[in-house]
């Protein structure tokens, strides 16, 4: 878990451009625009699945592109209960089954490319709570548990094999991000920009408090995205 705190600081040093930026080579960048048939400019999340596709999530719906083409999936575009419910895509996510689960800003879809068909994950807290805000990330913690990070309610964890869902919102509501460590433990980034540490288990450890970067404003200095190092 330390190396994933080394790598939010680093972050916030760059930003504050205290620490230097190296070139280490030559890269060539090519544009994808609504010109190309993208849905929307404002892309908030990539995805490439195991089959090789690229799934784009923007203000304006999700776009997944062969390479050539892209075919765009936006609410009612399949009809009924069939498509998504939200045009806003936050995050993206593919299970051990191939599905693609889609956070949006109100809750999770789940695409089934073998029926080209979504469906809303409804799935529950024992105290009834669903997950109907905004869901800003959706990671794999171990074979049978997904963590789900939202802006409003907290973390939920969904254990695949029990179908059950539970939420952590005592620690913080607000939550950017879910990274996990070498040692199978994780990390989240919250809207107070503190990083919080769990066990595999899902069980509260620590928190750690970032420091603030001089001459850099407030809701610039926070940690939106983990990852880890080493």
């Not at 719906?61 to 498509?83: H, P």
């Not at 889609?102 to 024992?126: H, L, M, P």
């Not at 990390?187 to 069980?203: A, K, P």
């Amino acid at each position: 878990l330390t190396a994933i705190l080394k790598y939010a600081l680093a972050c916030l040093m760059l930003l504050s451009g205290s620490l230097p930026v190296m070139a280490s080579g030559s890269y060539l960048f090519d544009s994808y625009t609504v010109e190309d048939g993208l849905s929307h400019n404002t892309v908030w999340c990539a995805l490439q699945d195991s089959y090789g596709f690229v799934w784009f999530g923007t203000i304006n719906g999700l776009n997944c592109f062969d390479g050539r083409n892209s075919v765009v999936y936006r609410a009612s575009s399949q009809g009924g209960e069939n498509s998504l419910g939200n045009n806003f895509i936050r995050s993206l996510f593919e299970d051990k089954k191939g599905r693609i689960w889609v956070g949006t800003n109100c809750g999770i879809y789940i695409y089934d490319r073998s029926r080209d068909a979504f469906s809303f994950f409804d799935r529950k807290t024992e105290f009834d709570v669903p997950v109907s805000s905004e869901v800003s990330s959706i990671v794999q913690l171990s074979d049978s548990l997904i963590a789900i990070a939202t802006l409003g309610q907290g973390v939920f964890f969904y254990h695949t094999g029990s179908q059950t869902l539970r939420q952590d919102n005592i620690h913080s509501s607000f939550v950017w991000d879910v990274c996990v460590g070498a040692d199978k433990g994780f990390c989240i980034s919250s809207l107070m920009n503190d990083i919080l540490c769990f066990d595999r288990q899902g069980n509260y450890m620590k928190t750690y408090q970032l420091p603030a970067i001089k001459g850099v404003r407030a809701s610039f200095g926070r940690v939106h995205c983990l990852q880890p190092v080493g």
